[in-house]
């Protein structure tokens, strides 16, 4: 039933987008479209709502018609005309969420890349004369990008990785001003550029566990994931991909799509039907909105329970992550996150007294994942808090 | 050592196995032991073994260390001593003390008193422990008067001999090391062969190439030709040393080694063939036993060493009879005997700081228990010992002061066994005296050792602390039901933090008998206003379902994760675990270790067995009355036991929330740190 949602609409754009010069593997950011708003991207966005599901919606296209409404609604009540950068525009105070926005609106470009360019962005233009005001006024743009979206795990963690990339090196200790400037541009920029390659090289990485006659699982749609799959189809290997349907979003169905198209035999499971098809699934591969300091992954609803279901069955269960989404949160079980909230279609009216449960997203501990697949390497999940311990300390 | 044993030693002999376990320098020929010059080549691979092995704390199990030290310190080939001991504080001196062995005290934890005593241990966490007036009593003193130290220098000043006699002391030095290896490999024998090396520092090589040197050998040469070479070598050496002066330590440890092992063990054959081989020769008599860090774990099963090592203690503690057959290895004494004899001694134990004996008694006692608590103690009251110390004449601060700290520990190992976590200060205190400049005056040394020791406490402990208590709170939210066992300091810090902070929650003490320190944590709780539940471990799965969270304090956890606390800790965790309640263990990084237990019987502490037999304020309750004459009654009264990292969610430290599995990350990036500040 995936038709009568609105990917087409976005899918159009998509192809519109993809015929335009790929401008996400420069630094430039790319002109604040009229079309951004038309797509549905809150500029604004609801307290109650996760900006990052949104932002999440509207990459990946599958949008009910009446969310399209909604989000449609509040981008009108709130929306201010797109500001470009203060390059361009020298008389409007540089603002970084505006910079990350326009970053934002591409869609394959993760969030936390455009926030580590918006930042790259800050440097730029900033008109600091010391190493300190330029650190402060870096550090007030990142938490105020932080606090544009709390939900979201990648933003906080590619925030926090980019201060610990750029501000810790002996750049700081130059004595010119102007050179320890363009260093760390420098650096923000190679920062930017690794992250940015991220999915490919976890996509070389993770084709070693693709065998031939494999059935894999997938849940959601993630775009790691999908590059993963592009890949080793493109590796001309033989492989069946179940796509769960990714309910409430139906990110599954988008997916399938994608798959379809490069002619990789798909089979789409509705959420529930996980348990019954598992048997015939040789891996799980998901993707994940966060790695935490366990080992465990914050990834869509249904991903905790996909992988008790295939520990339980005993299949692996892979998890794609680029290691920006490392974050400094240890969840000690589900309810241990600030919830991130999105609206969910029932298709039908649900009556004022029926409570919904709207979390977006859920928490897998780390004994039910076998391995990560990261731009650092295959890691199994206790090597993560490694990784963080030599990140952040 | 019971002579059927040894037979299948000799058995051995003519076909030499070799098999180096553990730590052996790379490529030493065997021959070295009776010929070495000293090869610089294997001293340096050996000085690094001496760095690691620096790094093993007194609780720990390190058999590399003694070679690596005897190995520092004979291979270096220089004679003058200034210089030598320049050379010495780069890399040996921190382990120098322990090259001494170990007074293997016949430890007693007491804890005669400790209820009625609670309040005043608890009081003292923070409390300064001032020597008071008897500060200044030993300070003259201590130079010329006290007889373990006294050793201690004569000792090191004879071990630098030799290292002047050139030649044989490094000869002697790498042998060590095989035999260490060595003993790693036959059990029994070989503890006591180590026990020997530890003794007779490096020269108790010289005793062991009789028995076990052949075993080492390289088929080349026979049996007869091998000894006829040591003969030879001995001689040649004894010699020099006679030229030489009395005191060439090498030659009258040798021959005073085995005159002191044979004669308080005679049982132990082959070093009553070592003695009969070498009589004579002038017996320096305890020289270098008693010094240093207690020795890591002493195998209480064994008679010998047992009585060795109870000859040598302070402390008289007489042994409980009827101990549990699984852990006859520890210590277990009878109790209540002990402290009134040590604070009749409190006057004429001149080595001992007072501030030190008081702490040791307050160990004893029970008067201060939990490792911070203890550490903290234990750490003021070398620092009224360091304020107090003054150099004697022609030592070298460096390496008096090491032994002198070593003797302390030794006093305070036999009061009650040194826990990891204060096995890890001593290892920095040690560490740091190593690295002290030369160019610091006396004054400024111990100056700068005082700010050292006042560093670790604020930093490794009370900043820690704090720091844990920033991110523990974050865990816990409103409506919680907090679970925790005992009294740990840094789980009520949390609790009262978390309260101070509004937030809504309940908690839960679970307490166990017999030391019921959770009252005391109850109590304070209680003043503070919290809302509690108070229980005993045995209603913990009862109570479990309605917890949200576990918070647990340790006494130490290590590198695999495995939480080492006080007894009953795992047994809450696992009910925790099993009822699905996140289990978060607070504890400081310095308690870290890399040592990797498995379960709680191979290292722990006994307590006394009489308080388990009886109840308090229940007088009709005896029926386990005379128990210690019933022949098939033992009691078991563990202090400790270990908890498996996969009961535990989360550990809180200083350096954030970390899973277990990234404990030893932590020791591996900051270990190193934490010595080195």
């Given at each position: 039933?995936?038709?009568?949602?609105?990917?087409?609409?976005?899918?159009?754009?998509?192809?519109?987008?993809?015929?335009?010069?790929?401008?996400?593997?420069?630094?430039?950011?790319?002109?604040?479209?009229?079309?951004?708003?038309?797509?549905?991207?809150?500029?604004?966005?609801?307290?109650?709502?996760?900006?990052?599901?949104?932002?999440?919606?509207?990459?990946?296209?599958?949008?009910?018609?009446?969310?399209?409404?909604?989000?449609?609604?509040?981008?009108?009540?709130?929306?201010?005309?797109?500001?470009?950068?203060?390059?361009?525009?020298?008389?409007?105070?540089?603002?970084?969420?505006?910079?990350?926005?326009?970053?934002?609106?591409?869609?394959?470009?993760?969030?936390?890349?455009?926030?580590?360019?918006?930042?790259?962005?800050?440097?730029?233009?900033?008109?600091?004369?010391?190493?300190?005001?330029?650190?402060?006024?870096?550090?007030?743009?990142?938490?105020?990008?932080?606090?544009?979206?709390?939900?979201?795990?990648?933003?906080?963690?590619?925030?926090?990785?980019?201060?610990?990339?750029?501000?810790?090196?002996?750049?700081?200790?130059?004595?010119?001003?102007?050179?320890?400037?363009?260093?760390?541009?420098?650096?923000?920029?190679?920062?930017?550029?690794?992250?940015?390659?991220?999915?490919?090289?976890?996509?070389?990485?993770?084709?070693?566990?693709?065998?031939?006659?494999?059935?894999?699982?997938?849940?959601?749609?993630?775009?790691?994931?999908?590059?993963?799959?592009?890949?080793?189809?493109?590796?001309?290997?033989?492989?069946?991909?179940?796509?769960?349907?990714?309910?409430?979003?139906?990110?599954?169905?988008?997916?399938?799509?994608?798959?379809?198209?490069?002619?990789?035999?798909?089979?789409?499971?509705?959420?529930?039907?996980?348990?019954?098809?598992?048997?015939?699934?040789?891996?799980?591969?998901?993707?994940?909105?966060?790695?935490?300091?366990?080992?465990?992954?914050?990834?869509?609803?249904?991903?905790?329970?996909?992988?008790?279901?295939?520990?339980?069955?005993?299949?692996?269960?892979?998890?794609?992550?680029?290691?920006?989404?490392?974050?400094?949160?240890?969840?000690l079980d589900q309810k241990d996150l600030a919830p991130a909230l999105r609206p969910i279609d029932f298709g039908v009216p649900i009556p004022s007294k029926v409570e919904v449960e709207r979390s977006a997203r859920d928490y897998t501990p780390p004994q039910y994942l076998t391995l990560l697949f990261t731009d650092l390497g295959v890691l199994t999940p206790s090597v993560v808090s490694d990784e963080l311990i030599q990140l952040y300390l | 050592m019971d002579p059927s044993r040894r037979a299948p030693r000799s058995a051995i002999d003519p076909v030499p196995k070799f098999r180096q376990v553990g730590f052996f320098t790379p490529g030493a020929p065997p021959e070295r032991s009776q010929s070495g010059p000293p090869d610089p080549t294997h001293s340096t691979p050996v000085s690094d073994v001496s760095q690691s092995a620096n790094s093993l704390s007194p609780v720990m199990i390190p058999p590399p260390r003694h070679l690596s030290d005897n190995l520092v310190i004979h291979a270096r080939p220089t004679l003058a001593s200034p210089l030598r001991a320049d050379s010495l504080a780069g890399g040996g001196v921190s382990s120098f003390g322990d090259f001494f062995p170990a007074p293997m005290s016949p430890a007693t934890p007491a804890s005669s008193s400790y209820s009625s005593r609670m309040a005043a241990g608890e009081g003292s966490f923070f409390e300064r422990h001032g020597g008071g007036g008897d500060k200044g009593n030993n300070a003259g003193k201590v130079a010329s008067s006290f007889p373990r130290g006294g050793f201690d220098l004569t000792a090191m000043k004879k071990v630098s001999g030799i290292g002047g006699g050139g030649g044989g002391g490094s000869g002697v030095g790498v042998p060590a090391s095989e035999l260490t290896t060595v003993s790693v490999v036959n059990d029994s024998l070989a503890i006591h062969e180590k026990e020997k090396a530890n003794r007779g520092g490096g020269s108790a090589v010289e005793v062991k190439d009789q028995s076990t040197g052949s075993k080492q050998q390289k088929p080349k040469t026979t049996k007869a030709e091998r000894r006829a070479l040591q003969e030879s070598q001995r001689a040649a050496k004894a010699a020099a040393k006679a030229e030489g002066n009395k005191a060439s330590g090498a030659a009258t440890s040798v021959n005073a080694k085995p005159a002191k092992a044979a004669k308080p063990t005679p049982k132990v054959d082959n070093a009553a063939v070592a003695a009969s081989e070498k009589k004579g020769g002038d017996c320096p008599p305890e020289k270098d036993r008693k010094k240093d860090v207690p020795q890591p774990r002493m195998q209480y099963d064994d008679k010998s060493r047992v009585e060795k090592a109870k000859r040598r203690a302070v402390v008289k503690q007489t042994e409980a009879r009827n101990r549990v057959e699984l852990f006859r290895h520890l210590p277990q004494y009878e109790h209540g005997s002990q402290l009134p004899d040590l604070e009749s001694k409190f006057f004429h134990l001149d080595p001992v700081h007072p501030a030190v004996y008081k702490v040791g008694l307050q160990y004893l006692s029970g008067d201060i228990c939990g490792a911070n608590a203890r550490c903290i103690a234990m750490f003021q009251a070398f620092q009224e010992a360091i304020k107090d110390y003054r150099v004697p004449p022609e030592k070298t601060l460096v390496r008096d002061l090491t032994a002198k700290i070593g003797s302390y520990v030794s006093f305070l190992n036999e009061c009650r066994p040194i826990s990891i976590s204060m096995g890890n200060a001593i290892r920095f205190l040690k560490s740091r005296i190593a690295k002290l400049p030369l160019t610091l005056s006396e004054s400024e040394a111990k100056v700068s050792l005082q700010s050292d020791i006042e560093r670790f406490i604020s930093e490794k402990i009370v900043l820690a602390n704090k720091v844990i208590v920033k991110h523990a709170v974050t865990k816990i939210r409103d409506g919680d039901v907090l679970l925790t066992y005992g009294s740990s300091s840094a789980v009520e810090m949390i609790l009262l933090h978390a309260h101070e902070l509004g937030k809504q929650f309940r908690v839960v003490v679970v307490d166990s008998r017999p030391k019921l320190r959770g009252q005391l944590l109850l109590r304070r709780l209680l003043e503070k206003g919290l809302s509690c539940e108070y229980t005993h471990i045995n209603a913990v799965s009862y109570i479990m379902h309605e917890v949200t969270r576990v918070f647990l304090g340790a006494s130490s956890v290590l590198s695999n994760g495995t939480v080492f606390s006080r007894v009953g800790t795992a047994c809450v965790a696992m009910v925790a675990h099993a009822f699905r309640v996140p289990v978060i263990v607070c504890c400081e990084a310095y308690k870290f270790h890399e040592r990797v237990q498995l379960d709680s019987i191979c290292s722990n502490e006994l307590g006394d067995p009489d308080i388990i037999s009886n109840v308090r304020g229940r007088e009709d309750v005896k029926y386990l009355d005379g128990w210690a004459n019933v022949e098939n009654l033992q009691l078991l009264n563990l202090i400790y036991d270990a908890t498996p990292s996969d009961y535990v969610s989360m550990i809180v430290t200083d350096y954030g929330m970390v899973p277990p599995t990234s404990v030893p990350v932590i020791v591996r990036e900051y270990g190193r740190e934490q010595v080195w500040i």
């Open positions: 039933m995936w038709w009568r949602s609105a990917s087409f609409i976005l899918d159009r754009q998509q192809n519109d987008a993809a015929l335009r010069p790929d401008t996400s593997s420069t630094i430039t950011p790319p002109p604040p479209t009229e079309s951004s708003s038309a797509m549905g991207l809150p500029t604004d966005h609801n307290p109650n709502i996760s900006a990052y599901y949104q932002t999440r919606a509207a990459h990946h296209a599958v949008v009910t018609s009446d969310w399209l409404a909604q989000a449609q609604a509040a981008a009108v009540v709130a929306h201010d005309p797109p500001q470009s950068t203060s390059t361009a525009d020298p008389d409007k105070p540089f603002s970084v969420i505006d910079v990350f926005n326009n970053w934002r609106r591409q869609p394959d470009l993760a969030e936390a890349v455009a926030a580590i360019r918006a930042l790259a962005a800050v440097i730029r233009s900033s008109q600091a004369s010391t190493m300190m005001q330029l650190e402060i006024e870096l550090k007030k743009a990142s938490d105020s990008l932080k606090a544009w979206d709390t939900t979201s795990i990648s933003l906080t963690a590619g925030c926090d990785l980019f201060m610990r990339y750029v501000t810790r090196t002996s750049a700081l200790e130059y004595e010119d001003f102007n050179s320890a400037k363009s260093r760390l541009i420098e650096r923000a920029e190679k920062f930017g550029e690794i992250s940015y390659k991220s999915r490919k090289i976890i996509a070389m990485l993770s084709q070693e566990f693709i065998f031939d006659g494999c059935t894999i699982l997938v849940h959601g749609f993630s775009r790691v994931v999908f590059e993963v799959l592009k890949l080793a189809a493109q590796n001309k290997k033989l492989f069946r991909v179940f796509c769960t349907e990714g309910r409430p979003d139906r990110t599954g169905l988008r997916l399938s799509n994608e798959l379809a198209k490069l002619d990789v035999p798909v089979k789409l499971v509705i959420d529930s039907a996980v348990a019954y098809t598992m048997d015939e699934v040789d891996m799980v591969f998901v993707g994940a909105d966060g790695v935490v300091e366990s080992g465990g992954i914050i990834n869509m609803m249904g991903t905790y329970q996909i992988a008790l279901v295939a520990n339980s069955m005993n299949k692996p269960v892979y998890v794609a992550a680029e290691s920006y989404k490392f974050a400094r949160l240890y969840p | -």
